[in-house]
């Protein structure tokens, strides 16, 4: 047999590897064929026979016995005996206080009975409790004992104090305490929760109470650090990961943690579910709810204004008619024919209004109505006559003047409703949201909102924005974020990175880097925000009815 038939050779591929190499040293020692081989060739034989010695023969193994995966014996019997001795941890605080009286008298009287009666009970509890020391089901059973029996100590303290407060300050104070520090100032959250722990920890293992007053007291500080942190996190992987800004994943996190329809509305547009176009009618719609409730406060501002009869005075509107009959005008003559036309139809308007009667049309509403006229006039002009414009308009402002300076009511009606129009005006032109705009240019610069490196209007933008939302009724940045974060590919200069992060992760299969890669993918950021988001949802509910921080001081002291 030769060398180069042991490749095909049935008999000597089914050999175990250490006869096999056994064959290939018999054929080697003295074989002309080996012989006849370059020295390489001969090496790369002697180096198989060598690796095939190196390798233990496998013995065939007996096939596994299926286990059956039986249930720890007695896991309920723990369960209900940790339950039962975390309720215990707090009967025996509770009648330890409630006998403190009773075994001092007998004391006093030569009795000790009551002592060693309240010993036994001690040492017994304690026995039962190294018992099961080593049991995980017991020991998070009594933790879960512990916190459901504490968990009234915020509402009935703050109940108690709420009752008897007598300034806001106190108010504020003991409604903190009956919301087991979740509400109001950080200081107050502090305060509150410091003086729950110490609570729910004496009712669990009074020498603890100062390690759970201060596990309660840095609750509060410790949840307004990690959302400082949060948003830093959040601002870093927006920026420098997915390239769509900070906000887009700070408002994911936020969708998720309060649910409802800023959830839904944020999960429809980053997977997809809906047209990207709903958002440009819901902020139209927004944007008709401020013109409307503007309209309603001016109707409702101006039936007050009707209450006053005051006839009021016209001269201050035949000074600014003279004032403005110099515009357009060269010594008493014309030299802008459409001034002097606009000019010559206000005075009559004026004059004609002169001659009505004073009790109905000089009060402040009947004014009102002038102005209006002239308003009119003003709008007949063409944008482009400056001259004539700005002439009628020097009247109107004279007329709105004056009605201000003789009726203080009128004037805040307008102050209001002029603060109104120019919000309306400034959301519309900032965000392309009037009838002459296009949808692709509203969609863009609302889709810009999310983006802090998109322009350098973009803190205006976003501001108008949600003053367009609270006013108008509907949140649109869940939607826009869901956009912003739709695309598995990162945006712009991003995209750079992640191909060059992504072929790294590709060829070394280095977990950072995949992780990195992650980071940068919007669609995954945005996934995992809204998670996070909802996580801390559930955490704020639980942390709402109760305060762990007895049950972990008493935990903390027994190890």
């Known amino acids: 047999m030769k060398f180069s038939d042991l490749a095909n050779n049935d008999d000597y591929l089914g050999l175990p590897e250490i006869e096999r190499s056994k064959v290939v040293e018999h054929l080697a020692k003295g074989n002309d064929d080996f012989k006849a081989l370059p020295e390489a060739e ?19 193994q007996p096939a596994p016995v299926a286990q059956v995966q039986e249930e720890e014996p007695g896991m309920m019997t723990q369960i209900g005996k940790g339950a039962l001795a975390g309720a215990a941890d707090i009967g025996n605080t509770l009648i330890n206080a409630s006998t403190f009286v009773p075994r001092k008298i007998a004391q006093l009287a030569g009795s000790n009975k009551l002592n060693e009666l309240n010993d036994q009970r001690e040492a017994g509890l304690e026995s039962f409790n190294q018992e099961n020391a080593d049991s995980i089901p017991y020991q998070v059973a009594r933790f879960g004992s512990q916190l459901a029996g504490t968990a009234g100590v915020g509402p009935v303290v703050g109940g108690a104090l709420k009752a008897g407060s007598v300034t806001p300050r106190a108010l504020a104070l003991a409604e903190s305490i009956a919301s087991n520090g979740t509400k109001g100032t950080l200081a107050n959250k502090v ?23 201060a596990i309660a007291a ?34 994911a996190a936020r969708s998720g ?22 958002v440009l009618a819901d902020a139209k719609q927004n944007l008709q709810v401020m013109q ?45 024919k459409k001034a002097g036309d606009a000019l010559k139809d206000i005075k009559e308007a004026i004059d004609d209004w002169k001659k009505l009667d004073p009790k109905e049309f000089h009060t402040p509403e009947g004014l009102d109505a002038l102005k209006k006229k002239i308003s009119g006039i003003q709008e007949s002009i063409p944008f482009e006559e400056k001259t004539a414009r700005t002439a009628a308009g020097k009247v109107y402002s004279a007329i709105k003047s004056e009605i201000s300076a003789q009726a203080p009511e009128y004037a805040k009606v307008m102050k209001d409703y002029s603060a109104a129009s120019d919000q309306i005006y400034e959301i519309e032109r900032a965000l392309s949201l009037g009838n002459k705009a296009s949808a692709d240019t509203a969609m863009r610069k609302l889709q810009s909102l999310t983006r802090n490196n998109a322009n350098t209007n973009y803190g205006n933008r976003l501001k108008l924005a949600k003053d367009l939302e609270a006013q108008g009724g509907k949140e649109i940045l869940p939607a826009l974020s869901g956009q912003a974060l739709s695309t598995v590919a990162p ?24 992780a990195a890669l992650a980071a940068q993918s919007p669609r995954i950021a945005g996934e995992v925000a809204y998670k996070v988001g909802q996580g801390s949802r559930g955490l704020s509910n639980v942390m709402k009815n109760i305060n762990p921080s007895g049950a972990i001081a008493a935990a903390i002291n027994r190890d």
């Open 257 to 278: 943690a309060q649910g409802g329809k800023n959830a839904k509305s944020f999960v429809d547009n980053m997977r997809g579910n809906v047209p990207i176009e709903d």
């Open 42 to 60: 001969q090496i790369k034989v002697l180096n198989h026979v060598v690796s095939l010695k190196a390798k233990p023969v496998q013995q065939a």
């Open 191 to 213: 305060a509150s929760s410091a003086a729950v722990g110490a609570g729910s920890t004496a009712l669990i293992d009074p020498k603890s109470v100062p390690t759970g007053t």
């Open 218 to 251: 840095s609750i509060p500080v410790a949840g307004k650090g990690i959302g400082i942190a949060g948003n830093r996190i959040a601002e870093a992987v927006g920026e420098l990961g997915t390239h769509t800004g900070g906000e887009s994943i700070k408002t």
């Open 292 to 336: 409307q409730a503007k309209a309603a406060e001016y109707r409702n501002g101006i039936q007050q204004v009707s209450k006053d009869k005051t006839v009021l005075s016209f001269n201050g509107i035949d000074k600014a008619l003279q004032d403005a009959s110099q515009i357009g005008s060269f010594k008493g003559q014309n030299i802008n």
């Open 491 to 514: 945006r712009g200069l991003g995209k750079v990175v992640a191909g060059g992060t992504g072929l790294a992760a590709a060829t070394t299969l280095n977990p950072a880097l995949i």
